[in-house]
């Protein structure tokens, strides 16, 4: 445990020399109440952020006033994707893993989640949303100070996708929370069954820290509708945001801050830590499909905050991210199901309920920012992919990666990434994108280009992998030579039910 506070307290004391560098470029917004959240944007290119009111004279302005109903959605919405990870993930993972380290993989994950989740109130949020420079924020919201405004006496507002509309901050930060906690908990199925508990933690501190925050704030980081009050400020306005943002990268939900990131830090690991003890010589079947088919449904059902909650307010973009999220994964439960009949001879449950994760993963990016038929489209090509990801691609990298995590969340989410450039062509019957915020026009399908989209997807895509896969390397390493990766093979036998936890979940 000493060890374990000693790494900890090296994760931090790094993020505090990061933080305060980055906070010397960052342009000091808090009197102006410039705060800066987000998430993926409804119409435009991926995003979100929280602005707070134009840095005007604040004086001469009435604090605009959150509307109720997307506040009360916002709520609801952050409560799902936390039923993702606890109980979901939770038991959608603890399922597919042997009866003798069911409990362990419970841990990982409700602990994970549970530690990420104060970090994100301490500095994370501050470092995702706030303005700083095209790579990180600044401390503005250390400590999620600024969010309530002693002199006005109300709560300080976060932008959504539309002009003078607006949801509480705090909201806000809560619901990106979640998003930042179950990317993290997601790592755990590529190392679970021989990682010691305590390296786990301590690499999601540094992970965290260093790929999930910048990641999150160089897609969805940008200044709000109600900044781009004309054309004079517009490029000022997009310089502030965050990297891929300028890009026009989209990203509506988390297609690489979440899933590629994390499946990208999974694989690394899965060849850092090495193999299970037996692996590929004795049985390691899943112990129990049932409570793996439990976890699928409630990740089914969370995820429904999780892409229709990105929208950021209840509307039209919500709903149609509601709907794609519903047929995409419906399209990849059946296709699943037939590529493994045609391969094995026989459609599985376990299938299913893979195909289910496989349909929710590749439609994340795309769910607000492609039409009906295109979802339909990228949910059925999921299926097929997700199964040669845990089958041909699985045998090609040869790496242990015990609950296929880059598998299904690698493949998939990089297939939706790029077919988002595809399909959010308002030819193809997605929504026009937004041309111009300070006008509110959208664009007309003679002004998209696929091509052009499609390779700025990609260059999205590339510039995950290479952040991620980077920085999980680094801090597999700096855990490994400071507190150890990997437990014993003598624990590993027995269970790390047992052995790291002394319980047991179906008793001895």
Not at 104 to 129: D, H, K, P, R
Not at 346 to 373: D, E, F, H, Q
Request: proline share 3%.
């Amino acid at each position: 445990m000493k060890k374990l506070l000693v790494s900890l307290a090296l994760g931090l004391s790094l993020l505090t020399a990061a933080s305060f560098a980055s906070a010397q470029t960052a342009a000091v917004a808090s009197e102006a109440k410039a705060a800066a959240p987000a998430v993926a944007a409804p119409a435009a290119a991926a995003v979100a952020v929280v602005a707070a009111a134009p840095a005007a004279d604040a004086s001469a302005v009435a604090a605009p006033v959150p509307n109720k109903g997307d506040t009360a959605w916002m709520m609801v919405s952050t409560l799902l994707v936390i039923l993702m990870t606890v109980p979901g993930l939770a038991l959608f993972y603890g399922g597919l893993v042997r009866s003798k380290n069911m409990l362990s993989v419970l841990m990982q994950v409700m602990v994970t989640f549970s530690m990420i989740v104060v970090l994100w109130f301490i500095y994370g949020y501050s470092l995702a949303f706030t303005e700083g420079n095209p790579f990180i924020g600044g401390l503005d919201r250390l400590f999620m100070k600024g969010v309530w405004d002693n002199v006005a006496g109300t709560f300080a507002n976060s932008a959504t996708f539309s002009k003078g509309v607006y949801i509480p901050e705090i909201i806000y930060a809560a619901f990106q929370a979640t998003f930042a906690g179950i990317t993290c908990t997601l790592i755990v199925g590529s190392f679970a069954e021989r990682i010691k508990f305590s390296a786990v933690l301590a690499f999601m501190v540094l992970w965290f820290t260093f790929s999930y925050l910048p990641m999150a704030h160089m897609v969805w980081f940008w200044m709000g509708p109600d900044a781009y009050a004309s054309k004079e400020v517009a490029d000022a306005m997009n310089a502030k945001a965050g990297m891929l943002w300028q890009w026009g990268a989209l990203d509506f939900a988390g297609g690489t801050v979440v899933h590629i990131n994390a499946a990208v830090a999974g694989l690394v690991g899965a060849f850092f830590i090495g193999k299970r003890v037996g692996y590929g010589k004795e049985s390691m079947a899943p112990h129990s499909l049932t409570l793996t088919m439990v976890g699928a449904a409630l990740l089914w059902v969370g995820w429904f905050g999780f892409n229709a909650g990105s929208a950021l307010e209840a509307n039209g973009f919500a709903a149609l991210a509601f709907i794609n999220t519903f047929g995409a994964t419906a399209a990849a439960v059946l296709t699943w199901s037939l590529g493994e009949a045609m391969h094995k001879g026989k459609a599985s449950m376990l299938g299913a309920a893979s195909g289910a994760v496989a349909g929710l993963v590749a439609i994340t990016p795309a769910c607000g920012n492609v039409g009906i038929g295109g979802a339909l489209i990228i949910g059925l090509l999921s299926g097929f992919a997700g199964l040669w990801g845990v089958t041909g691609l699985k045998k090609l990298l040869g790496a242990d990666d015990t609950l296929d995590v880059f598998g299904v969340h690698g493949v998939c989410g990089i297939l939706g990434a790029i077919l988002t450039g595809v399909f959010a062509s308002p030819s193809l019957g997605g929504p026009s994108a937004m041309n111009d915020w300070v006008t509110a026009t959208m664009m007309t399908p003679a002004q998209y280009s696929i091509s052009a989209q499609v390779w700025i997807q990609t260059k999205a895509v590339l510039t995950t992998v290479l952040w991620s896969g980077v920085v999980s390397f680094i801090a597999y390493f700096i855990v490994d030579k400071t507190i150890g990766l990997r437990v014993s093979e003598e624990d590993e036998r027995e269970g790390l039910d047992i052995t790291s936890h002394g319980e047991s979940a179906y008793g001895r």
